[in-house]
Structures are given as C-alpha cells and as structure tokens.
C-alpha cells in the first residue's frame, strides 16, 4: 500500500513537499516514483529513483532542476520536493513503486500505485 499526503493549494513560485508511505513491501527492494494528471489529460511520468540506496534518480523535462525525488529507507517513505511550481504542476500526484527501474516511466510496469494528493499551483 501507497498513502500519498503533502499536497494542497501553493502560489506560483512557491514550493511544496510530497510524501509516500510504503507499507506490505519490502521498500528498499523497489524504485519509487512519481506520475501525476492534470485536468483532461494523460497520465504522465514525474520523477523515478532507484532502489536500495536511491543512488539513482531521473526526472521528465517538465520538472527537471525543480522538483527533487529522494527516499527515507528507514522510513519506507519517499519523498518529491518541488520548487519553483508553476500553474501547469496543477495535478493530482500519486506515488508508484516498481521492481524495474528506467522502464517505471511506462504505466504498465508500475506494480503499486498510490490514491494520489491534488496540487494546485494558482498564478
């Protein structure tokens, strides 16, 4: 089980930070991330990182040098700061967890998804 939380409404320019509780798996063993969908669109990638020590984390263009995915192992938890929110961020964000690493941003290869937590970015 995923338990997403942290969303809620923010200015642009501001920042908020996501958190994702992982519970009946055993966390360091999958890489986490982040999709999020905006109003009358697909589903989309976010951000991803490894497994085990979360060395490794890639993120879609969209987001890059803005938002910032790490992970709590001791906590089971992963986390997305993101900065610099812009209206187009406006989403509902749900965490995932997978067993693969570059291919969790295709939808099908997500073995976990969480409820997901609304963020509004107003201009």
């Known amino acids: 089980q995923l338990q997403a939380s942290g969303g809620g409404l923010v200015q642009a320019g501001g920042s908020l930070r996501l958190s994702c509780a992982a519970s009946?798996?055993?966390?360091?063993?999958?890489?986490m991330g982040w999709f999020r969908q905006a109003p009358g669109k697909e589903r989309e990638f976010v951000a991803a990182?490894?497994?085990?020590?979360?060395?490794?984390?890639y993120y879609s263009d969209s987001v890059k040098d803005r938002f910032t995915i790490f992970r709590d192992n001791a906590r089971n938890t992963v986390y997305l700061q993101m900065n610099s929110l812009k209206p187009e961020d406006t989403a509902v964000y749900y965490c995932?967890?997978?067993?693969?690493?570059?291919?969790?941003?295709?939808?099908?290869?997500?073995?976990?998804w969480g409820q997901g937590t609304l963020v509004t970015v107003s201009s």
């Open positions: 009946g798996l055993t966390f360091i063993k999958y890489s």
């Open positions: 990182i490894s497994w085990s020590d979360g060395s490794a984390a």
């Open positions: 995932v967890a997978s067993t693969l690493y570059s291919e969790i941003t295709i939808p099908s290869n997500v073995g976990y």
